[in-house]
């Protein structure tokens, strides 16, 4: 087990990651009022570790799924913590994927002004990303993430052997995350390419899930709140992912991410500010975990949702984070327009493909 | 006009204080997209005033009250944001009141995950307590202010012009807060002592209102996540005027404030922590504004709701801070029982006296 403290100016959250990371974390809580926070999926598969880990103390079970980070869901919970006498000296236990924890640490946030949280990540997706960094949220009247906080949890635990019961496309979800930091990131990159032929190989994505929390608790340090740059590099691969997301909706969101990178690959391509070998690359990488990228019929008119993104403070521009070369990025702000014509140029591309 | 500058871990915050700070300070909120929330009665008597402030930008009206000060509400006012496209770099004003302030605040914090907050209070509770510090709630099944963050806004705008058109009881419950730093802040009591033939005067209260922000913004600045202790001196005449505003709920805030001093000012009396000539003093400014104490025939049953206060993580403990000499305070632990058992004493000695 490997831990790395991520220091910010609200808090300091410590997260340890590797095999027996949960049941030897889990014990130095026995001692505390918890309040835990799973879903019907989680609850299904573990609910004897659950036990064992919590004993007698409250659980309280989501319906699994996206349609579950509403306010409505958010209420119920905060209104059970009442219910079960929680205070500002509980913890809360979010012991789920990317909903899970997002609902639960806006909860914890809220409650009282803020309850301490504990991150037990069970996705690769939340593992390597969502549950690092303090971003709490829900959806509301269609657009993803509005109501929400930066929250950071005192603690993540990131153990390996929830893995092994996630269905393949949730791994596809989080190597779509995975990738992204191998456009940010050196090192990432360089074990993504050598470890090419098993991407899934659980021992491997161990330890590319540490390498990715860490490259992400580094940006977070340097910019909590998002304000000052750093932490928009995260971003690449969203701007299209989001926009393609709010349009077509079948996809999830770790999917959708891969399919943005390689429409902003190909932009970054077409404006010159990426090539050569590391593109092909990349691209092979991107199209080795979801198979086919879609040729979208009307990508053009999808691509105008990029405008609804909340990083988006201008409503007729649009900034796309873009690979460059080996652990660099590049911002680049398009016309609306224009950003939707490449959009269209790499669907007529994928079509001829 | 003065200023203070309020730096915490989380956020610079500017407090403008005085004469003219309003026209002063709202000229450089023209040139960005603003939305302003109100309430009803603010509306009502300052409508040309706004609109000559912030001209063609949106105006949420709330209806005035303690009553909408609930999650409802908050998820209206998000609603309206989105509808009118508040972006990141948009600013959200909370011009009026405790109520209009703590809700604005947490809608602002909530919303895209915090966008930028300008509190303009109108009533002497806020101007001199409420909107300094960053605190932001709703009231959620019957427990006053549990669901909320903290938020700092970037800009806190006092102006004495509002004090004008307040009601009688509204000046009363500014001075119930206005007397706690009193007892928390030895410049604060000899200023009240000395004035006290005048408490109700305009330029008074200006001067007093600076005195009592500029004590707030040192305590925040020390303790701004209520951990350290140092905040929580600012609950004094609180865990008893809570505990009778949850049992008897007719008067206001800073009215149980005061009566909440008086029962606590007459614990420290008997418990030798505090007493002559500075312990009268105290009870002669006490009375001064709220004229007659009331001696609750159930008084021992209301002091049982100190439980309920959510700074207490005990169940069978109250934390009461009670004035000591002047400029100090001191926390006193009390088991329940005893508490409610010092509350009954005082209640006999209002009858008898």
């Known amino acids: ?126 593992q390597v990303d969502s549950s690092v960094g303090g971003k709490t949220a829900v959806d509301f009247k269609g657009v993803k993430n509005v ?36 456009a940010l990131d050196k090192g990432i990159y360089k074990s993504l390419i050598k470890n090419r032929a098993h991407l899934k190989g659980i021992k491997f994505l161990e330890d590319i899930t540490f390498d990715c929390i860490a490259h992400k608790a580094e940006v977070v340090r340097a910019d909590e709140r998002d304000v000052g740059g750093r932490r928009k590099t995260l971003n690449l691969g969203h701007t299209t992912g989001h926009a393609f997301e709010l349009y077509y909706r079948r996809k999830s969101h770790g999917e959708f991410v891969l399919i943005g990178m390689y429409y902003e690959l190909f932009i970054a391509r077409r404006m010159g500010i990426c090539g050569g070998r590391y593109a092909d690359n990349l691209e092979k990488l991107i199209k080795k975990v979801i198979g086919k990228i879609p040729a979208y019929e009307d990508a053009e008119r999808a691509a105008i949702f990029a405008k609804y993104d909340k990083k988006n403070t201008a409503t007729t521009q649009v900034s796309v984070i873009v690979p460059k070369c080996e652990g660099e990025s590049e911002e680049i702000k398009l016309q609306l327009e224009e950003y939707a014509g490449f959009i269209a140029q790499c669907r007529d591309s994928l079509l001829e493909g």
Chains 1, 2 share one sequence.
């Open 1 to 126: 087990m490997k831990s790395i403290i991520l220091n910010t100016p609200s808090c300091d959250s410590t997260i340890y990651c590797g095999e027996g990371a949960f049941k030897e974390r889990t014990q130095y809580l026995k001692d505390k009022k918890l309040f835990v926070i799973t879903d019907s999926n989680v609850h299904k598969i573990y609910a004897p570790l659950i036990k064992e880990a919590f004993g007698e103390n409250y659980v309280f079970v989501m319906p699994a799924g996206e349609g579950s980070k509403n306010h409505t869901q958010l209420f119920k919970i905060l209104s059970a913590m009442l219910e079960n006498g929680v205070t500002r000296s509980s913890v809360v236990v979010a012991l789920g994927g990317g909903v899970v924890g997002d609902v639960a640490g806006l909860a914890a946030s809220l409650y009282m002004r803020g309850v301490k949280l504990v991150q037990i990540p069970t996705t690769l997706l939340s």
């Open 147 to 182: 109501v929400g906080t930066f929250y950071q949890p005192g603690e993540v635990i990131v153990d390996p052997m929830f893995l092994n019961t996630l269905p393949k496309r949730e791994i596809r979800c989080g190597l779509g995350e995975i990738i992204k930091y191998g």
